[in-house]
Protein backbone atom coordinates (compact mmCIF):
# COMPACT_ATOMS: atom_id res chain seq x y z
CA UNK A 1 0.00 0.00 0.00
CA UNK A 2 0.57 3.66 -0.26
CA UNK A 3 3.24 4.47 2.62
CA UNK A 4 4.92 7.84 3.42
CA UNK A 5 8.21 7.28 5.87
CA UNK A 6 10.01 9.72 7.90
CA UNK A 7 13.76 9.44 9.11
CA UNK A 8 14.86 9.97 11.30
CA UNK A 9 12.12 8.48 14.22
CA UNK A 10 13.53 10.43 17.23
CA UNK A 11 16.36 13.42 16.97
CA UNK A 12 17.55 15.24 20.10
CA UNK A 13 19.54 18.26 19.42
CA UNK A 14 21.47 20.58 21.63
CA UNK A 15 19.67 24.15 21.43
CA UNK A 16 21.78 26.40 18.73
CA UNK A 17 22.71 23.17 16.85
CA UNK A 18 20.18 22.57 13.48
CA UNK A 19 17.79 19.45 12.80
CA UNK A 20 16.84 17.78 9.50
CA UNK A 21 13.88 15.31 9.14
CA UNK A 22 12.85 13.94 5.32
CA UNK A 23 10.36 12.58 4.07
CA UNK A 24 10.22 9.55 1.75
CA UNK A 25 6.58 8.36 -0.27
CA UNK A 26 6.41 5.28 -1.96
CA UNK A 27 4.18 7.13 -4.82
CA UNK A 28 4.09 10.22 -6.67
CA UNK A 29 2.34 13.27 -4.41
CA UNK A 30 0.51 16.04 -5.49
CA UNK A 31 1.53 18.34 -2.85
CA UNK A 32 2.91 17.90 0.68
CA UNK A 33 2.17 19.48 3.61
CA UNK A 34 3.91 19.85 7.07
CA UNK A 35 2.62 19.98 10.15
CA UNK A 36 3.29 19.98 13.99
CA UNK A 37 2.30 18.12 17.04
CA UNK A 38 3.50 20.05 20.58
CA UNK A 39 3.10 17.35 22.98
CA UNK A 40 0.18 17.20 24.23
CA UNK A 41 -1.25 19.23 21.39
CA UNK A 42 -2.95 18.45 17.86
CA UNK A 43 -1.25 19.02 14.80
CA UNK A 44 -0.85 22.20 13.44
CA UNK A 45 -0.49 23.41 9.63
CA UNK A 46 3.10 24.49 8.90
CA UNK A 47 3.48 25.02 4.85
CA UNK A 48 2.32 23.47 1.97
CA UNK A 49 4.52 22.88 -0.90
CA UNK A 50 3.38 21.92 -4.51
CA UNK A 51 5.83 22.24 -7.31
CA UNK A 52 8.52 19.95 -8.52
CA UNK A 53 11.42 20.97 -6.79
CA UNK A 54 9.87 24.23 -5.01
CA UNK A 55 11.95 25.74 -1.63
CA UNK A 56 9.90 27.56 0.57
CA UNK A 57 11.55 29.27 3.95
CA UNK A 58 9.94 30.32 7.03
CA UNK A 59 12.53 32.53 9.69
CA UNK A 60 14.83 29.46 10.41
CA UNK A 61 12.79 27.07 8.76
CA UNK A 62 13.33 25.32 5.02
CA UNK A 63 11.03 22.89 2.85
CA UNK A 64 11.75 21.47 0.12
CA UNK A 65 9.63 19.37 -2.57
CA UNK A 66 11.45 16.59 -4.34
CA UNK A 67 12.36 16.76 -8.20
CA UNK A 68 10.40 13.60 -8.49
CA UNK A 69 7.73 15.15 -6.21
CA UNK A 70 8.12 11.47 -4.01
CA UNK A 71 10.31 13.12 -0.71
CA UNK A 72 10.66 16.52 1.44
CA UNK A 73 12.46 17.40 3.71
CA UNK A 74 12.21 20.47 6.14
CA UNK A 75 15.70 21.86 8.03
CA UNK A 76 15.41 24.04 11.23
CA UNK A 77 18.50 26.14 11.93
CA UNK A 78 19.48 27.24 15.09
CA UNK A 79 16.67 25.01 16.72
CA UNK A 80 15.27 26.15 20.06
CA UNK A 81 13.23 25.06 22.64
CA UNK A 82 10.27 26.11 21.47
CA UNK A 83 10.96 23.68 18.28
CA UNK A 84 10.28 20.63 20.77
CA UNK A 85 7.36 18.22 19.22
CA UNK A 86 6.70 15.97 16.08
CA UNK A 87 7.08 17.27 12.49
CA UNK A 88 4.68 15.00 9.65
CA UNK A 89 4.81 15.43 6.35
CA UNK A 90 1.04 14.91 4.38
CA UNK A 91 0.08 14.57 0.88
CA UNK A 92 -2.26 13.05 -0.84
CA UNK A 93 -1.14 10.34 -4.00
CA UNK A 94 -1.96 12.34 -7.11
CA UNK A 95 -5.37 11.84 -8.35
CA UNK A 96 -6.51 11.40 -5.11
CA UNK A 97 -7.89 13.48 -1.90
CA UNK A 98 -6.73 11.25 0.50
CA UNK A 99 -4.44 12.63 2.92
CA UNK A 100 -1.58 9.70 3.98
CA UNK A 101 0.76 11.36 6.81
CA UNK A 102 3.98 10.44 7.37
CA UNK A 103 5.59 8.40 10.86
CA UNK A 104 6.83 11.74 12.14
CA UNK A 105 9.94 13.04 13.78
CA UNK A 106 9.81 13.72 17.15
CA UNK A 107 12.59 16.60 18.12
CA UNK A 108 13.68 17.35 21.45
CA UNK A 109 15.88 20.28 21.75
CA UNK A 110 17.95 20.18 25.17
CA UNK A 111 18.60 23.70 26.78
CA UNK B 1 -13.15 32.34 14.36
CA UNK B 2 -14.17 29.52 16.38
CA UNK B 3 -11.56 26.48 15.78
CA UNK B 4 -12.44 22.91 15.27
CA UNK B 5 -13.96 21.72 17.99
CA UNK B 6 -14.56 17.73 19.65
CA UNK B 7 -16.68 16.13 21.87
CA UNK B 8 -16.63 14.36 24.01
CA UNK B 9 -13.00 15.16 25.33
CA UNK B 10 -12.64 11.64 26.87
CA UNK B 11 -14.28 8.93 26.17
CA UNK B 12 -14.18 5.41 28.30
CA UNK B 13 -16.11 2.18 27.22
CA UNK B 14 -15.32 -1.69 27.64
CA UNK B 15 -14.85 -3.99 24.82
CA UNK B 16 -17.70 -5.08 22.47
CA UNK B 17 -19.41 -1.25 23.25
CA UNK B 18 -20.14 0.88 20.94
CA UNK B 19 -18.55 4.62 20.64
CA UNK B 20 -19.75 8.30 19.10
CA UNK B 21 -17.07 10.78 18.19
CA UNK B 22 -18.43 14.32 17.21
CA UNK B 23 -16.60 16.91 15.13
CA UNK B 24 -17.88 20.91 14.52
CA UNK B 25 -15.82 22.23 11.48
CA UNK B 26 -14.47 25.60 11.21
CA UNK B 27 -17.75 27.43 9.79
CA UNK B 28 -17.80 27.48 5.65
CA UNK B 29 -15.61 24.28 5.71
CA UNK B 30 -17.18 21.46 3.81
CA UNK B 31 -14.75 18.68 3.75
CA UNK B 32 -14.05 16.44 7.65
CA UNK B 33 -11.21 13.96 7.60
CA UNK B 34 -11.22 11.60 10.82
CA UNK B 35 -7.57 10.41 11.43
CA UNK B 36 -6.67 7.55 14.68
CA UNK B 37 -3.10 8.19 16.31
CA UNK B 38 -2.85 5.64 18.51
CA UNK B 39 -0.23 6.84 21.43
CA UNK B 40 3.46 7.99 20.48
CA UNK B 41 2.41 7.14 16.95
CA UNK B 42 1.23 8.80 13.54
CA UNK B 43 -1.60 9.70 12.15
CA UNK B 44 -3.84 7.21 10.48
CA UNK B 45 -6.28 8.34 7.94
CA UNK B 46 -10.09 6.72 8.71
CA UNK B 47 -12.38 9.03 6.62
CA UNK B 48 -12.69 12.29 4.32
CA UNK B 49 -16.13 13.61 4.23
CA UNK B 50 -17.18 16.46 1.68
CA UNK B 51 -20.44 17.77 1.14
CA UNK B 52 -22.41 15.42 3.09
CA UNK B 53 -20.74 12.15 1.44
CA UNK B 54 -18.27 9.78 1.88
CA UNK B 55 -15.43 10.65 -0.03
CA UNK B 56 -12.56 8.20 0.99
CA UNK B 57 -11.94 6.19 3.77
CA UNK B 58 -8.47 4.47 4.85
CA UNK B 59 -7.45 0.96 5.77
CA UNK B 60 -10.06 0.50 8.70
CA UNK B 61 -12.75 -2.28 9.35
CA UNK B 62 -16.48 -1.56 7.98
CA UNK B 63 -17.17 -1.62 12.47
CA UNK B 64 -15.59 2.08 11.96
CA UNK B 65 -18.09 4.32 10.59
CA UNK B 66 -19.67 7.97 9.79
CA UNK B 67 -21.55 10.50 8.76
CA UNK B 68 -21.24 14.23 7.81
CA UNK B 69 -24.59 16.36 8.40
CA UNK B 70 -26.00 18.91 6.58
CA UNK B 71 -24.27 21.27 8.66
CA UNK B 72 -21.13 19.70 7.88
CA UNK B 73 -20.44 18.81 11.43
CA UNK B 74 -19.49 15.00 11.38
CA UNK B 75 -19.82 11.81 13.47
CA UNK B 76 -17.56 8.96 13.95
CA UNK B 77 -19.23 6.01 15.25
CA UNK B 78 -16.67 2.53 16.12
CA UNK B 79 -18.98 -0.34 17.11
CA UNK B 80 -17.86 -3.50 18.88
CA UNK B 81 -15.15 -2.11 20.34
CA UNK B 82 -11.52 -3.58 20.69
CA UNK B 83 -8.92 -2.76 23.02
CA UNK B 84 -6.46 -2.12 20.14
CA UNK B 85 -8.97 1.15 19.11
CA UNK B 86 -7.48 3.07 22.27
CA UNK B 87 -6.13 5.90 20.73
CA UNK B 88 -6.85 9.89 20.01
CA UNK B 89 -9.25 10.59 16.95
CA UNK B 90 -8.64 13.81 15.41
CA UNK B 91 -11.20 15.39 13.26
CA UNK B 92 -9.56 18.10 10.87
CA UNK B 93 -11.69 20.71 8.61
CA UNK B 94 -10.70 22.10 5.75
CA UNK B 95 -12.11 24.58 2.79
CA UNK B 96 -12.63 23.24 -0.57
CA UNK B 97 -12.63 26.87 -2.56
CA UNK B 98 -9.40 25.78 -3.70
CA UNK B 99 -8.37 22.13 -4.38
CA UNK B 100 -5.58 21.68 -2.03
CA UNK B 101 -5.69 23.21 1.40
CA UNK B 102 -4.32 23.04 4.79
CA UNK B 103 -6.47 20.95 7.34
CA UNK B 104 -7.08 22.50 11.26
CA UNK B 105 -7.35 19.76 13.44
CA UNK B 106 -9.71 19.68 16.78
CA UNK B 107 -8.57 19.20 20.03
CA UNK B 108 -9.02 14.92 19.96
CA UNK B 109 -11.15 12.61 21.57
CA UNK B 110 -9.29 10.47 23.86
CA UNK B 111 -10.82 7.05 23.83
CA UNK B 112 -9.94 4.20 26.19
CA UNK B 113 -11.02 1.10 25.69
CA UNK B 114 -11.06 -1.35 28.94
Known amino acids: GQQVMQIPQYQHVQEGEDFTTYCNSS?????IQWYKQRPGGHPVFLIQ?????EVKKQKRLTFQFGEAKKNSSLHITATQTTDVGTYFC???????????FGTGTRLKVLA | EAGVTQSPTHLIKTRGQQATLRCSPISGHTSVYWYQQALGLGLQFLLW???????NRGNFPPRFSGRQFPNYSSELNVNALELEDSALYLC?????????????FGPGTRLTVL
Open chain 2, 92 to 104: ASSSRDRIYNEQF
Open chain 1, 27 to 31: TTLSN
Open chain 1, 49 to 53: LVKSG
Open chain 1, 90 to 100: AGPPSGTYKYI
Open chain 2, 49 to 55: YDEGEER
